[in-house]
């Protein structure tokens, strides 16, 4: 009865506003009263208009709230829709319309006629078979118990075990969820229980076509993409959780370039950790190449990576702030004749003491906790600046790396 109601409402809500934009209320009323059939106009005229009377509204004129509950609405509409076009996609298919009209199948048609992509027409004629075989799935979708999205993970559940579907499908539809998250939860409980070797068969594939491919392009920038099995898929998103809190009101970035930063991150934190593994004697490490005048920020001379990638002097410049330095010493024809012991550019007790002085980074709106950020020098000690607490501040890398591209909006624990 709730749902009924609900529907009604809504109804109402969309009347009402039709009646606002149309002063000729006998043209939307064969629509509003559902007398499609027994007035003269047809269903698609009908539907047209409603359309056309949505169309007419000034939605800037309108609150927010107003074009937010007609959203909800709509998709009610949008979802009764959807019902009867899988009806009658499945009575075309049973009848084989296909044939009558000259086409070698439903979906041929819905290619030809409606302008579909093979894949859309493919995927709806899947689920009107679905529709037309489980009905009580079918008419729980009907009268909106569950949504369209729910439906259609019901319906591909039937697809992939259709002969242990029918005595499970009453109840499914009871304890589907209210998202569809819930649903997909529910019915992965639901497939380990029943299709164990199915279940593990699944997780062989997953495993076969892990992958990670990369390629560097001419400018430095690497591309690449990847699939995980789906527990090694869990393990990296919460690592990159971990290391992506919400962003703050001045962080303009987007999502997923937070994410490439907080890969940037969990790269270098395993690079940093002590307990990493060595490779050739030394713990793994990224070598840069630079001479003075990079250092200082003059670029054309030496400012590369061990693998002969020219960085930037900037980069170069973010680097140094909080690094280890070797000096090599060299003659004329670039032999190396002097090799200096490696030193850090920050001790560790100075990085402890600013760490305890500044907690987070110091950039304006941004907490990211120490572990996080990078020793940043006020002035480079390139260009003179000391070492010291005084000319030190935290900063995240995000941050780090706006700093040295000249973006000067920083605070710190102690108006820095």
């Known amino acids: 009865m709730l749902l009924m109601l609900s529907v009604a409402e809504s109804q109402v809500g969309l009347a009402e506003r039709i009646r606002r934009n149309f002063s000729d209320l006998a043209r939307c009323r064969p629509f509003l009263s559902h007398s499609v059939c027994k007035s003269g106009m047809g269903k698609g005229d009908a539907l047209g208009l409603a359309i056309r009377c949505l169309e007419a509204e000034d939605l800037d004129e309108q ?14 509409y949008v ?28 979906i041929a048609f819905l290619k030809g006629m409606c302008r579909m992509s093979g894949g859309r027409a493919k995927h709806l004629v899947s689920v009107a078979r679905a529709a037309h075989r489980f009905r009580s799935t079918f008419l729980s979708w009907k009268y909106g118990q569950i949504s369209t999205d729910q439906a259609q993970q019901l319906f591909k559940a039937s697809e992939q075990l259709p002969d242990k579907y029918p005595d499970a499908e009453p109840v499914l539809l009871e304890i589907v969820g209210d998202t569809p998250d819930e649903t997909r939860r529910i019915l992965d409980y639901w497939r380990h229980s029943v ?3 199915g279940v593990l068969i699944e997780e062989e594939l997953q495993l076969a076509r892990r992958r990670l491919d990369f390629s560097r ?5 690497i591309d690449g993409e990847f699939s995980l099995p789906a527990a090694a898929g869990e393990t990296f998103i919460t690592a990159l959780d971990a290391v992506m809190p919400p962003p703050s009101a001045s962080d303009t970035r987007t999502s997923c370039q937070r994410r490439a930063d907080a890969l940037e991150d969990l790269s270098r934190s395993f690079l940093e950790g002590t307990e990493s593994s060595e490779v050739g004697g030394e713990k793994p490490h990224l070598n840069i190449h630079v001479d003075l005048d990079a250092l200082r920020g003059l670029a054309g001379g030496l400012h590369e990576t061990e693998s002969g990638h020219v960085l ?14 070797h000096r090599l010493v060299m003659n004329a024809e670039s032999e190396i004749i002097d090799v200096g012991r490696r030193t850090r550019v920050i001790p560790a007790a ?14 304006k709106g941004c907490d990211r906790p120490a572990r996080w950020c990078d020793v940043h020098h006020k002035i480079h000690w ?21 700093i040295h591209q000249q973006v000067d909006d920083l605070v710190g624990a102690r108006s820095i």
Do not use: W
């Open 382 to 402: 390139a260009d003179g600046g000391e070492t010291c607490l005084d000319n030190l501040c935290l900063l995240c890398r995000f941050h780090h790396t706006l």
């Open 63 to 76: 609150p927010v709230e107003s074009v937010g509950e007609s959203l909800v609405q709509l998709e009610g």
């Open 350 to 363: 100075l990085r402890r003491a600013v760490i305890a002085r500044d907690r987070h980074c110091t950039y």
């Open 312 to 325: 930037t002097v900037e980069a170069v410049r973010r680097f140094a702030c909080d690094s280890s330095l």
């Open 195 to 197: 299709d164990k070797p």
């Open 79 to 106: 979802q009764q829709l959807e019902v009867e076009r899988s009806r009658r996609i499945a009575s075309f298919d049973v009848r084989e319309g296909h044939k009558v009209l000259g086409y070698t199948s439903v």
């Open 217 to 221: 392009k001419a400018n430095g920038m």
